[in-house]
């Protein structure tokens, strides 16, 4: 009994396989006019079923476009049209949100699919991801076109016997294929991937801070832009970050950007930050920030003494929660704590006090093992990734790697067979305007490296939250010194 093959079968009418199978053909037999009209027929209203079943508001419109023009004549049809325009006008200027679900994502989607149908046999044949079955193309069946303004992610049912990697081989070819910048394979469920085509690059201009929030969501805090144009949250209630990059990536942004994004809830008292800055440079310029809403340490010995001391309050804390409950709720008695340490590596492999950097190490390993259920959350930055660097990197779920300068680094940061994912970190400029703040960034609920770039904090941005730690409003340079 043959074998079933998933896939579309393109006819070949020249074979040139010498050892290809004989392909046999029924004989032909003439149909009948009639039954050709009937198929057609009942195929042309099939179509139009479903069109208007994925489409009814379109063509409710257009239904009421027609009947207007029989029943009133062409100027009302014309009064008609102009009103429609003039309502999506107003729905697009007032309610854009709104606007760009349920009308211009559609449209884009439905457009960007025509334009893979028209091409998808061409450019996945001669890109070499049709393999051949028994003197036959059997072709990847496309899916769901999705697209935004600066990726389309289509959706693919693989060959049988085809698998993720066999796409990545060729997704350069892809890429070129269908005219955008690069394709990357992202793994759906089995026997699915999904095709991301980066049409347009929403990271090559510097992105400005990210406003405020009102609202501060400590599972999804806004400090930047992702590649496909949708704002980039970070999560920091229940896990760890580890931030790694060169010097000038811009992880100083990263982490201000953070700092920025809590505020709120650093004023209302739910949220408490430990600033170990052992280089005295970044966050020593927003000093009066951490110590009106937390700690600020310096000296290696400081920063273990400190370390120590919320080493304690999170045992405290979990003693006071067991048997009561398995999740913090940030509160005033029991705020959501972070420790932000600028450069963890002055403080583990660079340190010469071999007893105050294992001080150091075992009270960070047991913040990262024991801190996430209590709400205590370590984000660290680093600029040398290696293990001897940081003994405990693999003990940060989430993890996000800027420019580095070995492509051997990627993998120690993202984890093995990210940079094949497409996570070249390494190639990421070094120029501050096209390369400074971006990064890939992999999740613990997602192996797949997402291309996402911080935003620009300045200096009048962190003084502008220093000026809000003041009561007095005394001048900045007093302050800062």
């Not at 070995?406 to 390369?435: F, H, K, N, S």
Request: hydrophobic letters at 50%.
């Amino acid at each position: 009994m043959r074998k079933a093959i998933t896939g579309e079968q393109v006819a070949q009418l020249y074979n040139r396989d010498p050892f290809a199978l004989p392909i046999w053909r029924a004989a032909v037999y003439q149909t009948p006019a009639i039954v050709t009209i009937a198929v057609q027929l009942y195929r042309l209203i099939s179509w139009l079923a479903r069109l208007i079943a994925r489409h009814p508001l379109a063509a409710g419109i257009l239904a009421l476009a027609v009947v207007t023009w029989a029943d009133l004549g062409w100027v009302t049809l014309v009064v008609f049209v102009l009103t429609v325009n003039v309502m999506l006008a107003a729905w697009r200027w007032f309610w854009p949100v709104s606007f760009s679900r349920w009308v211009t994502r559609p449209a884009r989607g439905a457009w960007r699919a025509w334009r893979y149908r028209r091409r998808w046999a061409g450019v996945m044949t001669i890109a070499g991801a049709a393999p051949w079955y028994q003197g036959r193309v059997i072709l990847p069946i496309l899916g769901k076109v999705t697209a935004t303004r600066y990726v389309d992610r289509v959706q693919v049912r693989l060959v049988s016997g085809q698998s993720a990697a066999d796409l990545a081989k060729c997704a350069e070819n892809l890429a070129h294929g269908f005219g955008a910048l690069l394709c990357r394979v992202r793994s759906a469920r089995s026997g699915r991937v999904v095709l991301e085509f980066v049409r347009r690059d929403a990271l090559a201009a510097i992105i400005p801070a990210v406003p405020i929030p009102a609202a501060p969501d400590l599972t999804a805090l806004p400090v930047g832009r992702r590649e496909d144009g949708l704002p980039w949250l970070v999560r920091l209630h229940g896990t760890h970050v580890l931030v790694a990059g060169a010097t000038g990536a811009g992880k100083a942004s990263l982490l201000w950007s953070l700092v920025r994004a809590m505020f709120p809830l650093l004023q209302t008292g739910l949220v408490r930050v430990l600033a170990a800055d052992p280089k005295l440079m970044e966050l020593a310029y927003g000093r009066i920030i951490f110590d009106t809403y937390g700690h600020y340490a310096a000296d290696p010995a400081a920063i273990a003494a400190m370390l120590d001391r919320a080493v304690a309050d999170m045992q405290d804390r979990a003693a006071r929660f067991a048997g009561h409950q398995r999740e913090h709720t940030p509160t005033a008695e029991d705020p959501f704590v972070v420790v932000l340490v600028d450069e963890v590596a002055f403080l583990t492999a660079y340190q010469p006090d071999r007893k105050l950097k294992e001080h150091i190490m075992n009270a960070l390993a047991t913040l990262t093992t024991q801190g996430r259920a209590v709400g205590y959350c370590v984000v660290a930055a680093l600029q040398d990734p290696r293990k001897d660097v940081l003994t405990i990197r693999n003990l940060f779920p989430d993890r996000i790697a800027m420019r580095l300068d070995e492509p051997e680094q990627v993998d120690m940061v993202l984890g093995d067979g990210a940079r094949d994912r497409g996570a070249a970190c390494e190639l990421i400029p070094a120029d501050p305007g096209t390369g400074a703040g971006v990064a890939f960034v992999r999740l613990e609920s997602d192996p797949d490296p997402v291309r996402v770039r911080a935003g620009w904090v300045t200096d009048a941005d962190i003084r502008a939250l220093a000026d809000a730690c003041i009561p007095d409003r005394v001048e900045w340079p007093e302050v800062a010194a």
